[in-house]
């Protein structure tokens, strides 16, 4: 089964509003990864997370790292119609596989 | 660069049939997946490798065969199609170990 858990798995906000989505994993991660994929096409990397508590900022995009490098979570200030799409996180486990989120669908309404 | 380039975009097979999906990038990424997005579960790891001539399996792989003979190719074999891997097939390439993956755009497969 999934080894990266996120939530929540829908969120519709208005226009204007902010956004968070969390990923857990049970066990430790060397690196997290997130990806965006818009409706109709594929995801898309955005950003990595390395160190334990590392903070990344994109625009209006806030990531973060967890001090125990088991969660992390993306925000989005202000969100906009061109923020629609899934967020997947994604990180490795061992034998190099790597897993994906079940992902947040975000519905942005103007 | 094309990047990753997936082929077919769309099939529909009859249950049994066996078929190929093709995935190819031109980046010299070491590491190549495949993954299958069904509604509600996300990606899911199908087969991966580190290289050419290494593979392994991810967490779904009954039902698929892959082999990696040039870094390039990476295809997916279904031996013999059933409803339940009616799917949207997505391939990704990465450099190495902690690099961000690049997506092929996709086959959309239905089986019937």
């Known amino acids: 089964g999934q080894q990266v858990m996120q939530i929540p798995q829908y969120q519709h906000v208005q226009e204007g509003e902010d956004f968070t989505t969390y990923c857990n994993s049970s066990t430790t991660l060397s690196n997290i990864q997130w990806y965006k994929q818009r409706p109709g096409g594929h995801p898309v990397f955005l950003i990595q997370l390395v160190k334990s508590g590392e903070v990344k900022k994109q625009k209006r995009l806030t990531f973060q790292f967890g001090e125990a490098k088991k969660n992390s979570s993306l925000h989005i200030t202000a969100t906009q119609t061109t923020d629609v799409g899934t967020y997947f996180c994604a990180g490795p486990t061992t034998g190099n596989q790597f897993y994906f989120g079940t992902g947040t669908s975000l519905t942005v309404i103007p | 660069n094309a990047g990753v380039t997936q082929t077919p975009k769309f099939q529909v097979l009859k249950t049994g049939q066996s078929m190929t999906l093709q995935c190819a990038q031109d980046m010299n990424h070491e590491y190549m997946s495949w993954y299958r997005q069904d509604p509600g579960m996300g990606l899911r790891l199908i087969h991966y490798?580190?290289?050419?001539?290494?593979?392994d399996q991810g967490e779904v792989p009954n039902g698929y065969n892959v082999s990696r003979s040039t870094t390039e190719d990476f295809p997916l074999r279904l031996l013999s199609a059933a409803p339940s891997q009616t799917s949207v097939y997505f391939c990704a390439s990465s450099l190495r170990e902690r690099y961000g993956y690049t997506f092929g755009s996709g086959t959309r497969l239905t089986v019937v």
């Open positions: 490798s580190v290289g050419a001539g290494i593979t």
